[in-house]
T-cell receptor, first 113, second 111 residues
């Protein structure tokens, strides 16, 4: 299985809502990532988990809260988002270490109203 | 940190012609350079990658070259087809599970 899956595919939420994005992989990868991507822009790194521990937080606002319950799952909890947070949220996974291929999930298209 | 620049931002070619996209990086410690293709509404997909101990790599119509001294690497697509139309991103990594992306090139292949 060489696939990263993400749910939901689309999400519309109000600024007072709480929602979660989910990501799953069964490739045995021990590094998992959250990226934010705006249209025609490169993916922008948000968080990296390595061996289920948060290793990189790119100064992301606290309204985004990541969680890695086990080596296959990655969540992104959302609360009190702003309209400018509307974007494609991509999950990715890879082996831990130098120079290893990242596999991207299909993304969740988030719209904040 | 690493800074990856990518050119051109848009590229139009006639079907059957070649397309070349160039990236430069700033950190000489970077040692892994993937290229991603992203079609509209889809995920980035790795199309080819190269490591710093190799100067060139080919996979059918796609090739990547790396010049470590000049700190630049390029994607070459030959015999372009309409289905090659997409946004292409280069990236650089020196490990630590951190990837730095270029700004993207929107390639259009005109039938």
């Amino acid at each position: 299985d060489t696939e990263v899956t993400q749910t939901p595919k689309h999400l519309v939420m109000g600024m007072t809502n709480k929602k979660s994005l989910k990501c799953e992989q069964h490739m045995g990868h021990r590094a998992m990532y959250w990226y934010k991507q705006k249209a025609k822009k490169p993916p922008e790194l948000m968080f990296v988990y390595s061996y289920e521990k948060l290793s990189i937080n790119e100064s992301v606002p606290s309204r985004f809260s990541p969680e890695c319950p086990n080596s296959s799952l990655l969540n992104l909890h959302l609360h009190a988002l702003q309209p400018e947070d509307s974007a494609l949220y991509l999950c990715a996974s890879s082996q831990v270490g130098a120079g290893d291929e990242q596999y991207f999930g299909p993304g969740t298209r988030l719209t904040v109203t | 940190g690493e800074n990856v620049e990518q050119h051109p931002s848009t590229l139009s070619v006639q079907e059957g012609d070649s397309a070349v996209i160039k990236c430069t990086y700033s950190d000489s410690a970077s040692n892994y350079f993937p290229w991603y293709k992203q079609e509209l509404g889809k995920r980035p997909q790795l199309i080819i990658d190269i490591r710093s101990n190799v100067g060139e790599k080919k996979d059918q119509r796609i090739a990547v070259t790396l010049n470590k001294t000049a700190k630049h690497f390029s994607l070459h697509i030959t015999e372009t087809q309409p289905e090659d139309s997409a946004v292409y991103f280069c990236a650089a990594s020196k490990g630590g599970n951190q990837f730095y992306f270029g700004t993207g090139t929107s390639l259009t292949v005109i039938p």
